[in-house]
């Protein structure tokens, strides 16, 4: 029994060894400020000065501050519209790509590509394309006849737009990948056998292919979700959150209320709000999974 | 049927072909611009290949950003967050994976619990807590944080639980310490996952703006995507240059992505079917 109770507390003594490098870290790094940050949610603070209580002012002031509410819908927008596109565009090249092609490799190399290069080294050339006058896509729409010609990142209602597209550059490539390799995962019998039943192209799509990729278009959808309510990088580099507030979104209202105007306690209250969000639609999405997820 | 099969392999390729082009457009784009003048940047229809060809927008743009000092930064702060989080993530995975040790589920449904909360919510008492040391606007500020990672935990212990426990008590019984069953039988059987690992932190490390943008403001200690989006700003104008320089910060990440890609694209399917 003793020895037992030495062997125990021996494997206790290695266990916590090896964690605690990575257990500090957690703590001072990532678990103490997260427990910091909900408590500052209930202080006023400009980080120089004494913290204040407030309690549940800064919360009540969010809800009424109208640039915080233009920047919540805004992360909605994009999310509504650069997750489908990215997640369509990925699966779409996937789908291209999922045969014995010539090239594939360089077909996927390129594809992948945007997906690696930094976006402040990118975003000159968004910006140049996004041009109003003299940039090449309203070059090209003029050149179609297109008159009345949007003025993109520098247009209230096309503002976001450009960010979305930008973004399905960016990150589509990406989830193609993750998507071929779910592909290449479906058993090839199933589509025999759904072929021998007479089934044709999108019907084999339907019954057959997005079945079987469905725990990672799940998994991906999270994924996608989550990554998009926090964008900020697109946002900060091409349009500051403008024109007005047409492309502010949660994280760059954090950013500017904490690092801009020092408002540390509001900004937390928002950033709290930014997680709550993020922790809502993933329980959400995980409830909702048994509906369309086959394992 | 052989003719409506060859003409679907053709719009296929067409197909293939004209979506590459759309992708490599921004890239080829800034490459051509980066060796013009302003004056002909814009030029429509596109010329990609000017009839000057100006590479003296790149020694321009060397002179004015100071490249070197910042992709020292930047290899500097990645080199050193990859290697800290491989050991620390490493040890701690292996120990949630393979070591009975008493309170061991509860801690890690601990770290499980802080997966979601990312770097946005945590961004503003770090930065205090920096500040309070007096280590905002230094490097340490960006590499002590990245060195500890729960999502790198939880990639190696769901690697490191799929291997036989057979294997480790082999070991064990050979009277290999644990230290020494985890360096010499777990992670040479976990390579695949320990380098993507590796690779995808270095990328993301690299690439990341918003913790450089809030920590430094000096421009001898920036990382390149700060550095170079400050050339950016101070030269709104100068096309060809922030092109130049743009294409100049990019040549490492090509050349790296060229070498890793393998690896890379095996990484995203391993971590994207296991999470």
Known sequence: MNMKKRAQWRTDLVGYAFVLPNLIGFLVFIAGPFLFSLALGFFQWDAVGPMQWVGLQNYIKLAGDSTF?????????????????????????????????????????????????????????????????????NMLLASWGVTDLPTWTMDLNWAMPSIVLMSVWLNAGYYMVIFLAALSNVPQTYYEAARIDGAGGLKRFLHVTLPGIS???????????????????????LTKGGPGRATNVLVYYVYTQSFTKYKFGAAS??????FLIILIVTIVQYRNQEKWVTY | LKQTQAIGRVVLYVSLVCLSLITLFPLAWMLSGSIKTEA?????????????????????AWSMVNFGALFRNSLKISSLVTMGQLFTSTLAAYAFAKIRFRGRDKLFLGYLATM???????????????????????????ILPGMFSVFGVFLLKQFFTGIPDE??????????????????????????????????TFKWTWNDFLAPLIYINDKPKMT??????????????????????????????????????????????LTGLKA
């Open chain 2, 116 to 142: 979601m909360v990312p770097f946005q919510v945590i961004m503003i008492p770090q930065f205090v807590m920096f500040r309070n040391l007096g280590l905002a606007n230094t490097h340490l500020a960006l």
């Open chain 1, 269 to 274: 209250a928002a950033a709290n709000v930014l």
């Open chain 2, 167 to 200: 294997l480790l008590e082999a070991a064990r019984i050979d009277g290999c310490g644990e230290a020494r069953t985890l360096f010499t039988i777990v992670v040479p059987l976990s390579k695949a996952a320990i380098s993507s690992l590796a690779i995808f």
């Open chain 1, 215 to 237: 725990p990672t278009i799940f998994f991906v959808l999270i994924m996608a979700v989550i990554n998009s309510f926090k964008v900020f990088d697109q946002v900060m580099l």
């Open chain 2, 40 to 60: 002909t940047i814009f030029n429509f229809p596109i010329q990609f290949i000017p009839d000057v060809v100006h590479w003296d927008n790149y020694l321009k």
């Open chain 1, 69 to 137: 509410k233009a920047s919540f819908l805004n992360t909605f927008y994009f999310t509504f519209t650069a997750v489908p596109l990215t997640l369509g565009t990925g699966l779409g090249l996937a789908l291209l790509l999922n045969r014995p092609l010539a090239l594939k490799t360089a077909f996927r190399t390129v594809f992948f590509l945007p997906n690696i290069v930094t976006v402040a080294s990118i975003v000159i050339v968004w910006q140049a394309i996004y041009h109003p006058t003299m940039g090449p896509l």
């Open chain 2, 224 to 269: 390149v995507p700060i550095g170079l989006s400050m050339f950016r700003m101070e030269n709104i104008t100068m096309y060809t240059y922030i092109m130049a320089g743009s294409v100049i910060s990019l040549i490492p990440v090509i050349v790296v992505y060229i070498f890793t890609q393998k690896y890379l694209v095996q990484g995203i399917a």
